[in-house]
């Protein structure tokens, strides 16, 4: 009997081996078959690192993000590098007297929703911006336009008040001139928001989880072709640690430069995911310059003075700067635009960094080291002024200490005071300034927004003001923007720039470019004509 029980129980226990081997089988069968499928649809997905949620999509505000909204939506022409190019118009001519733009429309467009784009919905889309007039005044074609009327199905035309040449550039911009389907409208309008995100892009928001994720889905509709990712996920993190960990885990794999201008990771992260082999980055051409922006207008302060602006000019380790502070991440800035920004190339004055040369320029200005003295004087006063900077940027307060140290040297003292960003934009509004960082608009609004800013109250008028050739650089922006001559505008551009340059107004830093941490295998990395926006669409897995 027990020789029989002990046979049972063997037999028993080799079907239970034989089951348990095919149950691990099938389990590594079946794992295998999901990982496969998982790892095609990785394959085909981007998930990317952003400090802050996508926030409202309303095209027509502005809350939400522009990366995220640049998916979505999209405008009736395109700034590239090479001009103004068709987008949803196909075509288009201009008045003689340049006030009436007339736009034949693609008609193989439809919204996200079904919905057809014809001339109908761009006059919907641009009465509703121009219905909400004072909340997009700082673009200027929003004073300009008078009318948008539909002359057939797919043909529409805009009617300006005056000639405005940046019209078409600012019909390019990512928002708000871009287009959201008429049935997302609440009452007509979208200034008190809108009960859908439906746009003409190549892709769709499909799911937004606030202060987590926004998923978006490829438009299999689009009508240049469905793209090659099929799924991009924007999952909001902090930035630094816990987007590299993220990046290492696999948890993301994409991360560049956001809207507000910061990367999510720092160089020495950066150039270990490179370093590992997984990881390319790829950086665009300059997007921005990052500055000094001085008070030519403060009476009661030596800044008024050119020369004191010049010395202060000559006296910035622009290289060192940007080798030690952003490690080369930003490169060095000699003028105002750099010379990709459309008529920005021209010749100016060269000025290098010089202590010398500073010197000597505050001495022939009559501001004298008196008695051993640390500070030079003129008439009584001291040469002292402030510096403002941003209290959150630790690249603006490090900067900001850098240049004190060298104002030093030449006999400046340079006080230093961090304070929120809305605080200095205040104070840049006010003119309750000396000095202060700040950045020019960058790709695609420049040069023209920078430089109609040079005249507003609210930017730079207490920069500019203060010039002795005030009057006709005032003149000569008023007439570049109605100019309808090319060769008119690069003239008058050319004259605009030297004259702020010869002023020493806006001292340049550093240029900012887009930054790109993504797979080694990602395909079809470029940049538009913008620093806020990423041709996802382009991109494909090798």
């Known amino acids: 009997m027990l020789g029989k029980k002990n046979k049972l129980v063997a037999l028993v226990l080799f079907v239970l081996s034989i089951l348990v081997a095919c149950s691990a089988t099938s389990e590594e069968s079946s794992t295998g078959k999901e990982e ?14 952003t400090a802050k949620d996508i926030n409202d999509m309303n095209p027509h505000l502005y809350a939400g993000s522009m990366p995220a909204q640049g998916m979505v939506y999209e405008s009736l022409v395109e700034n590239t590098e090479d001009g103004i190019k068709p987008l949803l118009a196909e075509s288009w001519e201009i008045s003689e007297g340049g006030k009436v733009y007339t736009f034949h429309l693609r008609e193989d467009v439809k919204f996200h929703d079904g919905e057809p784009f014809n001339a109908e919905a761009v006059k919907q889309n641009i009465d509703a911006v121009q219905n909400n007039a004072e909340k997009h005044s ?5 004073t300009k336009i008078e009318s948008c009327n539909v002359v057939d199905e797919y043909t529409v035309e805009f009617v300006l008040s005056e000639a405005y040449y940046p019209a078409l550039v600012e019909l390019s911009m990512t928002r708000p001139y871009v287009f959201i389907s008429p049935k997302n409208f609440i009452n007509g309008e979208t200034k008190e928001g809108v009960n859908g995100y439906n746009g003409t892009g190549p892709y769709i928001l499909t799911e937004h989880k606030t202060d987590e994720y926004a998923t978006f889905e490829a438009n299999e509709n689009y009508r240049g072709g469905s793209p090659e990712i099929k799924k991009i996920t924007s999952k909001v993190l902090p930035a630094g640690g816990t987007t590299f960990l993220a990046l290492q885990k696999g948890e993301i794999n994409f991360v560049f430069t956001d809207d507000r201008g910061a990367d999510s990771l720092d160089v020495e992260s950066m150039n270990q995911l490179v370093d590992s082999g997984d990881y390319q980055l790829v950086r665009s051409e300059p997007m921005n310059t990052k500055m000094i922006v001085a008070n030519s207008s403060r009476s009661d302060n030596p800044i008024n003075e050119t020369a004191v602006r010049e010395a202060i000019w000559y006296s910035i380790d622009r290289e060192t700067i940007s080798k030690d502070i952003f490690n080369n991440t930003e490169i060095v800035a000699k003028t105002l635009f750099s010379s990709n920004v459309n008529y920005a190339d021209v010749d100016l004055k060269k000025r290098e960094y010089d202590l010398v040369k500073a010197k000597d320029i505050l001495e022939e200005a009559g501001w004298k080291i008196e008695d051993g003295a640390k500070v030079r004087t003129k008439n009584g006063n001291n040469l002292a002024m402030e510096l403002y900077y941003d209290s959150n940027s630790s690249s603006q307060k490090t900067q900001a200490e850098f240049i004190q140290h060298s104002l030093k040297e030449i006999g400046i003292q340079l006080d230093i005071i961090g304070e929120e960003s809305t605080s200095i934009a205040n104070r840049r509004s006010t003119g309750d300034y000396d000095l202060l960082f700040n950045q020019t608009w960058g790709l695609a609004y420049d040069p ?43 003239s008058l551009y050319a004259d605009i720039l030297t004259i702020v340059h010869d002023e020493a107004v806006f001292i340049p830093i550093s240029n900012g470019s887009v930054t790109v941490v993504a797979p080694k295998n990602l395909k079809g990395i470029s940049f538009k004509q913008t620093q806020f926006e990423l041709p996802f669409e382009l991109m494909n897995f090798e």
């Open 36 to 49: 496969d499928t998982d790892s095609t649809n990785k394959a085909n997905e981007l998930v990317y690192a």
């Open 138 to 142: 700082w673009i200027k074609l929003s």
């Open 448 to 490: 023209q927004s920078t430089i109609s800013a040079f005249v507003s109250e609210a930017s730079y008028l207490h920069t500019t003001s203060g010039i002795a050739q005030s009057d006709e650089l005032y003149k000569k922006i008023d007439e570049v923007m109605v100019s309808t001559d090319e060769e008119t505008r690069k």
